[in-house]
């Protein structure tokens, strides 16, 4: 059974960083896409960004695109979402999101399993 967990999420002020984290079981993932997808309270889920199977194609939101960094470890089978010169409009619940199908690149729509997600909250 494929599980993913998120970690790494906070109160920061804005302008800070945060290291979000999704660790994943039950499947190793390195031949897979992920992707993080955030939530605020009363918005609909949106996308945040994603990475290819491999690693090699990364696509981000517009709003997030400079200051947002996602990478993978297979070694760790670990997905991080790196936020940097983080503002207010990011505060949301932050959930990864991982592909069922192998070896496929990195997409806007959302993949097939999701963790539980991780808070966060940015002030001003």
């Known amino acids: 059974q494929v599980q993913l967990v998120e970690s790494g999420g906070g109160l920061v002020q804005a302008g800070g960083s945060l290291r979000l984290s999704c660790a994943a079981s039950?499947?190793?993932?390195?031949?897979?896409?992920m992707a993080w997808f955030r939530q605020a309270p009363g918005k609909e889920r949106e996308f945040v960004a994603a990475?290819?199977?491999?690693?090699?194609?990364?696509s981000y939101a517009e709003s997030v695109k400079g200051r947002f960094t996602i990478s993978k470890s297979s070694a760790a089978n670990t997905l991080y979402l790196e936020m940097n010169s983080l503002k207010p409009e990011d505060t949301a619940r932050y959930y990864c999101?991982?592909?069922?199908?192998?070896?496929?690149?990195?997409?806007?729509?959302?993949?097939?399993?999701w963790g539980q997600g991780t808070q966060v909250t940015v002030s001003s």
């Open positions: 999101n991982a592909d069922q199908r192998p070896f496929r690149t990195a997409y806007r729509d959302p993949y097939d399993y």
């Open positions: 039950g499947r190793t993932f390195g031949n897979y896409a």
């Open positions: 990475i290819s199977w491999n690693g090699a194609r990364t």
